[in-house]
């Protein structure tokens, strides 16, 4: 994983994907990555997926 400091933006090349601080909850969940992850927390406007 990288992360650019300047942009936010976090590069996980092992998954073949980026997530940047425009990502948003349904684009994610359209990422073929969304379909292996789990909620584990659940606090609006919050979530943490794992």
């Known amino acids: 994983m990288t992360i650019d400091a300047a942009s936010g933006r976090a590069e996980f090349p092992e ?5 940047g601080p425009t990502l ?5 969940l359209r990422l073929p990555v969304a379909a292996q992850s789990r909620t584990v927390g659940y ?3 919050c ?3 794992q």
């Open 15 to 19: 998954l073949g994907v980026g997530v």
């Open 24 to 28: 948003t909850r349904a684009r994610f």
């Open 43 to 45: 606090h609006e406007p």
């Open 47 to 49: 979530r943490r997926c």
